[in-house]
């Protein structure tokens, strides 16, 4: 894992973008993973603003999300159906029919989960994963205790995330209780994956995943054994990493580094 601490959430989202645009520009029709929450928003104005600017295509691009809450139709507004559009994919250029969310509507959980996972592979994988993670270590809605080779399926919340989420709801009896997610072996076979943090919330999560042991109870630590995993965090999100000054080190000597 790669850790790199950014002052502030701005210069992180700046720097996850930066990510998300030399993959685009190396493959113009990368199939990018997507994540959803109050983390990656400043990531999708900078790559919005990139668009706009004329840096940044997505006419060849194929995206697939990481999860959809169960029972919210796709207008609801705190579905994440309605945040990807409201915050990235109305602003861009991307074809509607490239675009992948998993559905909290189904009449059929299993063939659709099966459905999804069919797609990405015919799609020739995810070039790209784009995470957050939760206060108790999950990423996607992959729990605590989820299997670190689970696919994509239906997930009870945890009460601590339906606490975390009540804030996006009018009262926390609002939040589902349930929800479809990629898996996490699903999430460890993209090509690349960039996780974000931002906050002292985070802190906790984020030092049990990238030094704690790899373990089903912080599920964000399975992506120590990923192969390319890049770690974007602010200030707040890296005040419990142990290894802060080696990490800052890596990053200082990174230009003199030979070509890998
Ligand atoms: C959302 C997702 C979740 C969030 C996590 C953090 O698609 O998969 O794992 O990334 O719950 O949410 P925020 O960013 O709102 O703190």
Known sequence: MEVV??????????????????????????????????????LYQELVRLHKKGELDFSHVTTFNLDEYVGLPITHPQSYHHFMH????????????????????????RAFCEWYEQRIKQCGGIDLQILGIGTDGHVGFNEPGSSLSSRTRLKTLARQTIDDNARFFKNRDEVPIYAITMGV???????EIVLLANGKKKA??????????????????????????????????????????????????????PPA
């Not at 029919?97 to 998993?102: D, G, T, Y």
């Not at 072996?185 to 090509?191: C, D, F, I, P």
């Not at 984020?206 to 602010?234: C, F, K, N, W």
């Open 5 to 42: 601490v950014q002052k502030t959430p701005a210069e992180m989202s700046a720097a996850a973008a930066r990510e998300v645009a030399n993959v685009l520009n190396a493959k113009p029709n990368a199939v990018l993973g997507m994540a959803t929450g109050s983390t990656p928003l400043g």
């Open 86 to 109: 409201e915050h990235l994919f109305r602003h861009i250029n991307i074809p509607p029919q490239n675009i992948h969310i998993p559905s909290g509507t189904t009449t059929n959980y």
């Open 185 to 191: 072996g699903t999430v460890l076979e993209a090509g």
């Open 204 to 257: 906790a999560a984020i030092a049990a995943a990238v030094e704690g042991p790899v373990t089903s109870m912080i599920t964000a630590s399975a992506l120590q054994l990923h192969p390319s995993t890049r770690v974007y965090v602010d200030e707040e999100a890296a005040s419990q990493l142990k290894m802060r000054e080696y990490f800052d080190w890596v990053q200082e000597k990174k230009p003199g580094a």
